[in-house]
């Protein structure tokens, strides 16, 4: 079993950053693939990015790409999310999720993750 706790979120104005971390526990975490996910209100959670258990392989939404960073630290049971050039309509909740799935194929499905952890709060204004 796996268990998230994201921190990081905030309130920044438009054109700043924030970095977003997910802290594992488990033993799983390493064999995990990892993604984030946010949602907004009044809208479905949508696929923000994802990275493979070795770190080796990234994949990014369209609507993100360019401006967030995803990475890892099996080391310390740690992903990030890293935000820049952030604008209002990056306002959502932030969740990190988990992945059992033994390929990264898939990934940018919410229904590819076994774990997800309570989210965070991030807020971009103009």
């Known amino acids: 079993q796996v268990q998230l706790v994201e921190s990081g979120g905030g309130l920044v104005q438009a054109g700043g950053s924030l970095r977003l971390s997910c802290a594992a526990s488990?033993?799983?975490?390493?064999?995990?693939?990892m993604g984030w996910f946010r949602q907004a209100p009044g809208k479905e959670r949508e696929f923000v990015a994802a990275?493979?258990?070795?770190?080796?392989?990234?994949y990014y939404a369209d609507s993100v790409k360019g401006r967030f960073t995803i990475s890892r630290d099996n080391a310390q049971n740690t992903a990030y999310l890293q935000m820049n050039t952030l604008n209002p309509e990056d306002t959502a909740v932030y969740f990190c999720?988990?992945?059992?799935?033994?390929?990264?194929?898939?990934?940018?499905?919410?229904?590819?993750?076994?774990?997800w952890g309570q989210g965070t709060q991030v807020t971009v204004s103009s």
């Open positions: 999720a988990a992945s059992l799935r033994i390929l990264a194929s898939g990934l940018v499905r919410s229904a590819e993750y076994n774990y």
């Open positions: 990275i493979s258990r070795s770190g080796g392989n990234t």
């Open positions: 488990g033993r799983t975490f390493s064999a995990s693939h």
